[in-house]
């Protein structure tokens, strides 16, 4: 016999639209939109960073918070509802940065770090290896480790994958860098197809592609993410016009490095509540 539909599930839309334009309207007369005379805006120092406040601005992100919340409180199928999904999804953003700082860092990096040399003169070429690598790499190491279990093989890859970084903290040395991209690109393959492979087992009947979809989300949020500060530590760290010597590239990368492994040291620490009921589907 066929199962009897459920009722869909009615939602009222009326206050997240509601939500939504008092936060358009508190964008618009941020100092990012049109700057109105309205508009308060203050600039403060915090541990010797310049940081500017602006009233609307910040009234408009707690506005999208709450329009999310909207969002979600009458979804209860929605995937950001299943809060180890969630958790799983977002504790990858501090990795995923050093995907970013591939065409955010590295271009920049390889040019000013290495001036006068071969790798400056060619940084196009350097700093496209991983790409290269990775398409090679990715289905050896994935046929290799196919029978390793997904939440290890997530934390090995991620620990594999951050900590090289830190051996650009030894300065500019073409043979550390391409230990660096090579070391890195086998930890993205370790656990980049496992990341896909997590959210297939967790994903409810018939909710796959949804869960796949919205797995991504992070993804572009590390890019905006990481466009924020990584100028600033381009022009604190590695300057133009100054000469590598000058540099204090180790410094930047060191604080990359510390970013990357908060990713590999959160699902070591919530893998207890990560596995807890967790079954391989068949």
């Not at 991983?130 to 050896?140: E, G, M, R, S, V």
């Not at 796949?212 to 022009?235: A, D, E, N, R």
Request: aromatic share 18%; net charge neutral.
């Amino acid at each position: 016999e066929e199962e009897e539909e459920k009722p869909k599930l009615k939602i009222n839309n009326l206050p997240l639209i509601i939500y939504a334009l008092i936060m358009l309207g508190l964008f618009l007369l941020s100092g990012l939109a049109f700057d109105t005379p309205f508009n308060y805006q203050s600039n403060f120092s915090l541990f010797g960073l310049n940081i500017s406040f602006d009233l609307f601005f910040f009234l408009s992100a707690l506005g999208f918070v709450v329009c999310i919340y909207e969002f979600l409180k009458n979804r209860p199928f929605h995937p950001f509802r299943n809060q180890r999904f969630t958790f799983f999804i977002f504790i990858l953003i501090p990795v995923q940065t050093l995907f970013a700082h591939n065409w955010l860092t590295l271009p920049y990096y390889l040019d000013r770090a290495f001036a006068g040399s071969i790798v400056s003169e060619y940084f196009e070429v350097f700093s496209n290896i991983n790409p290269i690598l990775i398409f090679i790499l990715a289905p050896i190491v994935a046929g290799l480790t196919a029978r390793a279990d997904i939440y290890k093989m997530m934390i090995y890859g991620t620990f594999v994958m951050a900590v090289p970084t830190f051996l650009l903290t030894l300065g500019p040395n073409l043979y550390l860098f391409l230990i660096y991209i090579l070391i890195m690109t086998i930890g993205e393959a370790m656990w980049q197809p496992r990341f896909l492979q997590w959210i297939a087992e967790v994903a409810p009947k018939g909710m796959v592609g949804l869960y796949m979809g919205v797995g991504q989300f992070p993804w572009f949020l590390t890019k905006v993410i990481t466009g924020f500060y990584s100028g600033w530590f381009l022009m604190q760290y590695v300057p133009r016009d100054v000469t590598p010597a000058d540099m204090n590239t180790g410094t930047m990368w060191f604080i990359y490095g510390l970013i990357a492994m908060t990713t590999t040291l959160g699902l070591v620490l919530a893998k207890k509540w990560m596995m807890k009921g967790f079954i391989t589907k068949a």
